[in-house]
């Protein structure tokens, strides 16, 4: 089992940067595939981006492509989402996500696919 905690939100104004993190609980957290998804109000649940375990595989939504960063440090048991130029369609609550992986390296897209869930940090862009 492992726990989740995002931190970073906050009010950032069009074109600045913001960078979220989420800490990990749990001794294998490096066998976990990881993700971070966002819901703004009225809208379904929406993938942002993920990661491998071994950092080798990333992968990110059109919509934040050559934006948004996803890291990890499995040493520290956090992953991390750097998010520059933003905008205000990205105002949402962001949300980190963990899958355990039993074999192989692989990302994760699907929120289905997820076992384990932060209880998100807002994010706000003001125009």
């Known amino acids: 089992q492992v726990q989740l905690v995002e931190s970073g939100g906050g009010l950032v104004q069009a074109g600045g940067s913001l960078r979220l993190s989420c800490a990990a609980s749990g001794r294998t957290f490096s066998r976990y595939a990881m993700g971070w998804f966002r819901q703004a109000p009225g809208k379904e649940r929406e993938f942002v981006a993920a990661i491998s375990w071994s950092s080798v595989i990333t992968y990110y939504a059109d919509s934040v492509k050559g934006r948004f960063t996803i890291s990890r440090d499995n040493a520290k048991n956090t992953i991390y989402l750097q998010m520059n130029s933003l905008k205000p369609e990205d105002t949402a609550v962001y949300y980190c996500?963990?899958?355990?992986?039993?074999?192989?390296?692989?990302?994760?897209?699907?929120?289905?696919?997820?076992?384990?869930w932060g209880q998100g940090t807002q994010v706000t862009v003001s125009s």
């Open positions: 996500a963990a899958d355990q992986v039993i074999s192989g390296v692989v990302v994760r897209t699907l929120k289905d696919e997820y076992d384990y």
